[in-house]
């Protein structure tokens, strides 16, 4: 029954290391998203796929590097892990159009040592 | 810069008290949503007023938007121990949503 659902829900590894996330959604929207928390709760887009494609692409640092399959399905594939990635990061997908609501994954807690 | 800020960051009430929390927000919009994440989990999808409403009932939650002031109230009747989360408002431009620092409410019994 889970709507939108996230691998790992908790990542622990070192500084410069390779990782991935990976989202995927039962809902049959066709709009998918990666948030990022940090500490103070903060949440920032990084990054939002349509039907497959690229939309949003916030300045984000280029070892982050989303993937998406299918529409049912969006991966982020982050390189060289810094100190500074430790956060939570979110899924996200809604249908498409502006006055949709977006379904949240339950995040993954990344965090490096 | 960030779009939407939520007044007051931290708010502690009994329960069966109401909570009135705030939203303010920079440029223009589609619409505002207000969502709520209990701890260890994420964002869930409370209410959405679009550009053109001016208030909305969902429950024991109203939401109002004044787009002049470019502002959103989110009031919680009633409250209850299980109402204790952070909740943030998010505002629709032209692509994104963009979300706000959320207010912490605590529900005491």
């Known amino acids: 029954d889970t709507a939108v659902s996230q691998t790992p829900k908790y990542l622990v590894t070192q500084m410069g290391n390779d990782k991935s996330i990976k989202c995927e959604q039962n809902?049959?929207?066709?709009?998918m998203y990666w948030y990022k928390q940090d500490s103070k709760k903060f949440l920032k887009i990084m990054f939002s796929?349509?039907?497959?494609?690229?939309?949003i692409n916030e300045t984000v640092p280029n070892r982050f590097s989303p993937k998406s399959p299918d529409k049912a399905h969006l991966n982020l594939h982050i390189n060289s892990l810094e100190l500074g990635d430790s956060a939570v990061y979110f899924c996200?997908?809604?249908?498409?159009?502006?006055?949709?609501?977006?379904?949240f994954g339950d995040g993954t807690r990344l965090s490096i040592l | 810069s960030q779009q939407g800020e939520e007044d007051p960051q931290a708010l502690s009430i009994q329960e069966g008290e109401n909570a009135t929390m705030n939203c303010s927000y920079k440029?223009?919009?589609?619409?505002l949503q207000w969502y709520r994440q209990n701890s260890g989990r994420g964002l869930v999808h409370l209410i959405l007023?679009?550009?053109?409403?001016r208030e909305k009932h969902s429950g024991r939650l109203r939401v109002t938007l004044d787009t002049s002031k470019k502002s959103s109230s989110l009031l919680i009747t009633a409250s209850r121990a299980a109402d204790t989360a952070s909740y943030f408002c998010?505002?629709?431009?032209?692509?994104?949503?963009?979300f706000g620092t959320g207010t912490r409410l605590k529900v005491l019994a």
């Open positions: 996200a997908s809604s249908q498409e159009g502006s006055n949709q609501p977006q379904h």
């Open positions: 809902l049959g929207h066709d709009t």
């Open positions: 796929y349509n039907n497959k494609e690229l939309i």
């Open positions: 440029t223009s919009i589609n619409n």
């Open positions: 007023i679009r550009s053109n409403e």
């Open positions: 998010a505002t629709r431009g032209t692509y994104k949503y963009i």
